[in-house]
């Protein structure tokens, strides 16, 4: 059987069972105490918007020997069926594909490893020192946090671990303990709250304790070198330093996002 990840192979429309099962061979080895150079990012199909698509190819230039994968809508449902049937049925009633995404990349990092990137990120440099300095330091899982208002909460748009780290665990729980996708969750206002708590950045940053033996391996990766920007502002990209920037599209946001983002946005600048 063919290597799915494969550099230079088309990527497949939908993961067969025995590839997902090859993978988790390939993922599970002692080797992957390390984390994987592997880049998973996800969309609803393999057709891309054009205007992602330079920032879908930054990932694959910069990190030629590395595994990518592209998940479909489709690959992330039967992934949850496969994995966490028990899922499945929560993953279905979600209203938004963004709510199905966001569950689907925790279970991709918990079963895989490697590092999961949001498809508006734009990479430009490699991540291999990152992952040397990870295995040095017995880091086994990477996180960012953003530099908003309300805390800096953990950003669920990057993150990286070793397969089967316990983090995910408990962000699976958590969202297990959230209210049912009801149909009023799909209402401007409340659908944006409950997409970043339910299933998005809150979610993640709620199952951390960093007081908890469990996240004595978890590493952070600097903000500055990832997210050195917030939505609605310039970013002067020709004087980045980093390794990749967040351009924020929030394509799965309504103008109930905008403006809410917005707020944000004024509330920061006062505060500055």
């Excluded at 550099?7 to 090859?22: M, V, Y």
């Excluded at 909460?153 to 070793?162: K, Q, Y």
């Excluded at 316990?166 to 209402?187: C, F, H, N, Q, T």
Aim: aromatic residues 14%; proline residues 8%.
């Amino acid at each position: 059987m063919k290597d799915p990840f494969a550099i230079g192979q088309p990527l497949p429309l939908a993961i067969s069972s025995a590839e997902l099962d090859q993978i988790a061979r390939m993922t599970t080895s002692p080797a992957t105490e390390n984390i994987p150079r592997i880049i998973h990012q996800t969309w609803k199909s393999q057709e891309i918007p054009p205007d992602w698509k330079p920032f879908q190819e930054s990932w694959q230039s910069f990190h030629p020997d590395w595994e990518y994968r592209l998940w479909t809508d489709k690959d992330l449902r039967d992934l949850v069926q496969k994995e966490h049937p028990e899922l499945l049925e929560r993953f279905d009633a979600f209203p938004l594909g963004v709510q199905r995404a966001d569950m689907a990349r925790y279970v991709i990092l918990k079963h895989f490893g490697g590092f999961y990137v949001d498809l508006d990120f734009q990479c430009f440099r490699s991540l291999d020192d990152l992952v040397d300095d990870a295995s040095q330091n017995k880091s086994r899982a990477l996180l960012v946090r953003t530099r908003q208002t309300g805390g800096d909460p953990l950003s669920n748009a990057i993150m990286a671990s070793v397969p089967q780290h316990a983090l995910w665990d408990r962000v699976i729980e958590r969202m297990k303990s959230m209210p049912w996708p009801s149909w009023y969750v799909g209402l401007p206002f409340i659908r944006h709250v409950y997409t970043i708590w339910a299933t998005g950045p809150q979610v993640l940053d709620g199952s951390f304790k960093p007081n908890e033996a469990w996240t004595d391996d978890i590493g952070f990766l600097p903000s500055e070198k990832f997210l050195p920007y917030k939505p609605l502002e310039e970013m002067p990209i020709k004087d980045f330093d980093g390794y990749a920037i967040h351009h924020y599209s929030c394509s799965w946001g309504g103008w109930d996002t905008r403006v809410l983002t917005w707020i944000e946005h004024l509330i920061y600048r006062f505060r500055r």
